[in-house]
Structure formats: C-alpha cells, structure tokens
C-alpha cells in the first residue's frame, strides 16, 4: 500500500500542533519518524489513523482519500500498535487477536473456522501461540507488544502504524519487536526515539521539530551531526557500522557545541520528499 500525506495540519484551539505535513510511505517501505518529544509524531499519526481529523490537507491510500472511505474500511486497511498502555479489561490472549477481525465481521457475526486459523497463524508468526490462553495482563512488555502486533496480522492490514512500539522495553526486547516488524515487510510508518534503532531498521527517515517535517531520506543521509545537532541539540559522532554498515550514533553529553567533533561530510543531507 501507497500512503500519502500531502499538507496536513491540524490545531488545537488557536494552537497549531502539525503544520503542512508532507510525506509518503512507499509500498513495503518501514519509514521512521523521528523527532524531539512534543514535536508532532503521535499527533500525526493520530491524524493518519483517523483518532483525530486534519483541519486541512488530505491522507491517501494508494490514491484513495482516506476520508472518503469509511471508519471500518480505514480499520481493514490500517492497524495500529501504540506504545504499551494499561488496557481498561483483561481479555485472553487468544480474544485481543481475534479483535483484528472486528472490521471484517457484523457486530452479529460469530468467529469463523478462518478468523480462528487466522488467529492461530498470527500467533504462531509473533512466538506466542502457546499463551494463546493466557490474560493479556499477566504478560510482560515485550510480549504485549507481540501479541498487538499478532493483532494487527490478525486484522490483515496493509498498512501498519507504530507510536512508539518499543518504548518501556529491555534492548533485547526492542530488537526483536523490531525484527518481527521489518520481517512482517508489510507498509509501515513508525515514530521512534531511538535513533540507532531507527538507523537500523528504517528504509527512510521523516525528521519532524515544532510539528513541521524537517527533512526527509535514508538514515545514512539524515543521520548527521550537523542535523542532529539542529533537531535535538546534542553533540554526537555518526560512524558507519562495520558490522551492520548502518550509522551508528553516539551522543556526546556536556560537550557545549560541535567545536570538539570533526566535521565529517555534513554537506550532503537528506530532500525534501
Ligand atoms: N489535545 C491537546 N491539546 C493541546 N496541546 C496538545 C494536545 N495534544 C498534543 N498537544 C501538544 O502538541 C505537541 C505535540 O504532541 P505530540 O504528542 O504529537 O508530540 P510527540 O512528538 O509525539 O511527543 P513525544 O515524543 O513526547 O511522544 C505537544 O506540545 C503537546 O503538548
């Protein structure tokens, strides 16, 4: 799936939160979205999985507006795998998958021989088929977040959004949430903080700061001192990787400026999408 947004901007009151937004998710394509706290990525995303409605500008998906379609198609097409929260009931496992196929079914409908093999397969696909009977609650973070995702795999969706999916998670966690994520090559968009993990796994990366995008391209050409310096105004040195040969970031703290790190080759930043 093509998703587009093409000058969206949404406000709060007379506060502005988004402005113009402008970016494209290319089919198969796991974009990141990265930015200081407060910046705009949950309130865009927001936009995009219809929580929120844009006061301008338009969201496609491959070419059709997503407002002109309805909310239960959006929810067909696009599933979403927030940042670990409280969930109000406890549900089995096996239940909170089977929500996936919610928007395929009529509120009457019973669970069909297809949407238990479905189920089954999503389970089985994230690792956790044997907790399929076990409460939600009882799991950890990680497994929490395998279990959204066995959801979204459930919902069949072809276009997944992630805010902030392996915030709260150990590092062997994060890897393979993030693992299971790009393995899926499904279309997905997901706001990160962890800049090498967004290195790593990202085709391409959307900078956003003061709900604008900044500047958008592939890691290695986003991911600069100069830039970096600008966005979250810290002091890093950008290496490539000689094992994953992706750029590898370290931050700098208590140094005052860029004055102490050789400039590498800065000139050449990411475009404008
Ligand atoms: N309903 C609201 N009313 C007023 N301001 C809001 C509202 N929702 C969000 N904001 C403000 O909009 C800005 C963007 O918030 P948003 O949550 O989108 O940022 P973010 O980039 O996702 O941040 P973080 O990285 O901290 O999660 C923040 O300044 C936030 O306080």
């Given amino acids: ?39 705009g990525k949950s309130t865009l995303l927001k936009n995009i999985y219809r929580v929120l409605q ?14 002109s379609i309805s909310h239960r198609e959006t929810a067909r097409q696009i599933a979403v795998v927030s940042q670990e929260a409280p969930v109000a009931f406890d549900f089995f496992v096996k239940d909170m998958v089977m929500m996936g196929r919610n928007p395929h079914k009529k509120w009457y409908q019973p669970d069909s021989g297809e949407d238990l093999r479905l189920v089954e397969q999503a389970l089985e696909r994230v690792g956790m088929l044997q907790d ?11 497994e929490k977040q395998r279990v959204l995702i066995a959801r979204a795999l459930a919902q069949q969706a072809k276009f997944l959004i992630l805010d ?16 299971l994520v790009k393995g899926l090559n499904i279309t997905s968009l997901a706001a990160l903080h962890d800049l090498n993990i967004a290195a790593c796994y990202c085709d391409r990366l959307v900078v956003m700061k003061d709900g604008k995008v900044i500047v958008t391209g592939p890691p290695e050409e986003i991911l600069k001192p100069e830039l970096l310096f600008t966005i979250f105004e810290v002091a890093t040195e950008v290496v490539r990787h000689p094992i994953t040969g992706k750029p590898s970031i370290t931050f700098l703290p208590e140094m005052s400026g860029m004055e ?9 930043g990411g475009s404008h999408d």
């Fill in 1 to 39: 799936m093509n998703v587009s947004v093409e000058g969206v901007s949404y406000s709060v009151q007379d506060k502005r939160l988004i402005d113009s937004i402008l970016l494209h998710v290319r089919k198969g394509e796991l974009v990141g979205l990265i930015g200081p706290n407060g910046s």
């Fill in 54 to 67: 844009p006061d301008s500008g338009r969201i496609s998906i491959d070419g059709q507006n997503l407002h």
């Fill in 132 to 142: 399929a009977g076990r409460s939600f609650s009882t799991l950890s973070g990680g």
């Fill in 164 to 179: 902030e999916p392996t915030n709260h998670l150990d590092i062997k966690h994060q890897l393979q949430i993030m693992d």
């Fill in 260 to 268: 102490n790190i050789s400039p590498k080759d800065w000139t050449s």
